[in-house]
Each structure stands twice: as C-alpha cells, then as structure tokens.
C-alpha cells in the first residue's frame, strides 16, 4: 500500500525558512515516471500547487513562489522535501506531500499544519 | 497564473444530479485534456475522483463523471447521496508546465 508521510515542525516564526519532509513508502520513489508535489491549502481556502521534483531530482515550481523555494528528492531515504524561506503569515496552510501522475494527484499524505507567528 | 473559476457552491436533493463547473482559459483548460478532480470531506485528505478530464481511478464511482468544453470542464455527479457532500476542487495542466487548482466548490445535499 502506497503512504505518503510529511514531517516537520508545526510552528515557524516569520522571516525564518519552513522545511518539511516527505516519506514515501510501499515502493521505490524512482522506480517510475512520477513527480513528487507539494500543495498547500490555507485554512478555510483552496488548494495551492506550490512546486513538485522529478523523480530525476529535477524541480519546478511555481512562479509565484519560485524565489523562496528549494526541493529536493533523496532517493536513498525515499523522500523528498520542500524549504519555503522568509515565511509570513500568508504561509500559514496544511501542507501536503503528493504524487503526481501526469497532471493529478495519487495518493495525498495526511497534511501537516503549518502556522507561522512569532 | 490564475486559479480556475468555480462556483462558490452548488446543491442538490437525494437522487438527483448536479454539475460542477470549472473554467479556465486558453491557456490551460481550453487546450490540456489535463483536468482532475478532487473530492475533500471536512478536516479530510483531498481524493482523486477523476483524471484527464473523464477517467475515473479504480474505487470511485460510476456516478462521477467528466466533460469539457472550450475552456469549461465539468464533474457532473448522478444520484446524489449524503455522503457526496464535499469540497470538490478542479486543477488543469498550463501552458507554463505549472498545475492549477480552482477555488473549490461546496456541494450541500439537501
């Protein structure tokens, strides 16, 4: 059974860089043709692609992050990760670890609470 | 980029259908058959219901399906039941290489 599992601290203070983890287990995380993406969803609002890397360790992220993130895949653990530097408020969200097929989203991880405050 | 167009909310009765739109433009939805679905009861995990456009995964429902047209695509779910009422979130490929969601929409079965 495919699981995805993100790790991090819940609590960032503003201006300091967010950093969570991805454990994918129930296969090897480059044994296919997928991406791996992080999303966020803001409390009580939509859904945010922030960026995803190839199972090559290639990222791509989205435009209106670009300048504060870095990820990373790391083969040999099966994870990957996400660093969101100089952090607000805004940056306060559920952040998921998910794999991307193509253009969708299978399997989610269960999220993890993000809250950035001083 | 912009995040697609939903309506904010959408309901039905026990039995009945109801459609779900999503629009986007030239961009992304108009031209990528790159359209997913996504289903999010309340404090609970986003589900894949349908991918590129009309597929449905393994496990979901034949009462979910999918259309497209122009830069509109649609989840039309059939014989509503109470356990349908969700969050139901679109996303589309760009033109960029970026994913794209829609603002989500809250389905009430009355």
């Known amino acids: 059974q495919l699981h995805l599992q993100e790790s991090g601290p819940g609590l960032v203070k503003p201006s300091e860089t967010l950093s969570l983890t991805c454990t994918f287990s129930?296969?090897?995380?480059?044994?296919?043709?997928?991406?791996w993406s992080w999303i966020r969803q803001p409390p009580g609002r939509g859904l945010e692609w922030i960026g995803n890397?190839?199972?090559?360790?290639?990222?791509f992220y989205n435009p209106s992050l670009k300048s504060r993130i870095t990820m990373s895949l790391d083969t040999a653990k099966n994870q990957f990760s996400l660093n969101l530097s100089s952090v607000t408020a805004a940056d306060t969200a559920v952040y998921y670890c998910v794999r991307q097929n193509s253009a969708w989203f299978d399997p989610w991880g269960q999220g993890t609470l993000v809250a950035v405050s001083s | 980029q912009s995040a697609l167009t939903q309506p904010a909310s959408v309901s039905g009765s026990p039995g009945q259908s109801v459609t779900i739109s999503c629009t986007g433009t030239s961009g992304d939805v108009g031209t990528y058959n790159f359209v997913s679905w996504y289903q999010q009861h309340p404090g609970k995990v986003p589900k894949l219901v349908l991918f590129d456009v009309s597929n449905r995964p393994s496990g979901v429902f034949n009462r979910f399906s999918g259309s497209k047209s122009g830069n509109t695509a649609s989840l039309t779910i059939s014989g509503l039941q109470g356990e349908d009422e969700a969050d139901y979130f679109c996303?589309?490929?760009?033109?960029?290489?970026?994913?794209?969601f829609g603002g989500g929409t809250k389905l009430t079965v009355l």
């Open positions: 996303s589309s490929y760009t033109r960029g290489g970026t994913l794209v």
């Open positions: 890397v190839s199972d090559t360790g290639s990222p």
């Open positions: 129930g296969d090897s995380i480059s044994s296919h043709t997928y991406s």
